[in-house]
């Protein structure tokens, strides 16, 4: 098998799980990710761009347009992971202050009876 042949099936596995939903186990999904970005990162360096012929050049578009796909659902994964970083966040913050509801007071709003 050839190298770009070799791409373009790490390139579709990526695909097909970049593509699929993310239930519970977020860190598998990433982790699977991250080993088939190593594996495809290890298979592109072995690609002569200068020796390709018709068929591989045309595999190679399908590559890139695959791979553009692959980042936005990457990005979509992302904002997914931010999202519930934020919301963990903002969700400890408020057991803070519910548990904790003076701990936050304004210093100069203290009254100082005098007596002449």
Known sequence: MSAVHQ?????????????????????EKIHEINDLLEKREAVLSNIDIQSLND?????????VE???VIKEHCQTILSGIKEKISNLNKSKNTQHKYRNPYSQVNQASRFFDKKN
């Open 55 to 63: 068929e591989e050049k045309k595999y190679i578009k399908e590559i």
């Open 66 to 68: 695959m791979d553009s």
């Open 7 to 27: 791409l373009l099936s790490l390139t579709k596995k990526l695909y097909e799980v970049s593509k699929s939903e993310i239930n519970t186990n977020v860190d």
